[in-house]
């Protein structure tokens, strides 16, 4: 009789084993469906990884994401650690200076979003995690160094 509880409990572990993956699935096709749901035309910021955590978003040019003017309001400065694009025609340059000055990263509109910028290094070889200041949109042309 005991062998029936044994082989419940392996049977429970081995079930846990399944769902663990699924949920860490799931939490990686976030920003996936965020991109799905995101309005044309705009570009997005999350204060964490994957989209999650909505800092703001934007459809035209932000020089300074730590006032109190254009889409970013003074808060959401240097927060950044995932972006997404859903351009109509430009990619996003981000900055890691306001006024579109420091290093800087480019986020196109075929790439659609950069799940964890800890992964991606600015012109000036800093992370780009949590170290976005301003951002506007460019022609690919004018970009060299792209977050994937």
Not at 11 to 22: D, E, F, H, K, Y
Not at 107 to 128: F, I, P, Q, T
């Amino acid at each position: 009789m005991r062998k029936i509880p044994a082989i419940l409990a392996t049977a429970a572990l081995a079930g846990l084993g399944v769902i663990v993956p699924t949920a860490t699935a799931q939490a990686a096709d976030t920003c996936s469906d965020n991109y799905s749901g995101a309005g044309r035309g705009f570009m997005y910021a999350y204060d964490g990884t994957y989209c999650v955590g909505y800092l703001g978003s934007s459809s035209g040019n932000d020089a300074d994401w730590g006032n109190s003017s254009g889409s970013f309001q003074g808060w959401e400065d240097n927060e950044a650690s995932s972006i997404l694009n859903k351009g109509n025609d430009s990619e996003v340059k981000f900055y890691s200076l306001p006024n579109y000055a420091g290093g800087y990263i480019c986020l196109s509109r075929n790439e659609a979003y950069a799940s964890d910028l800890s992964d991606d290094k600015m012109s000036s070889g800093v992370s780009a995690n949590n170290t976005i200041s301003s951002h506007k949109w460019v022609s690919a042309a004018s970009c060299s160094y792209w977050a994937h």
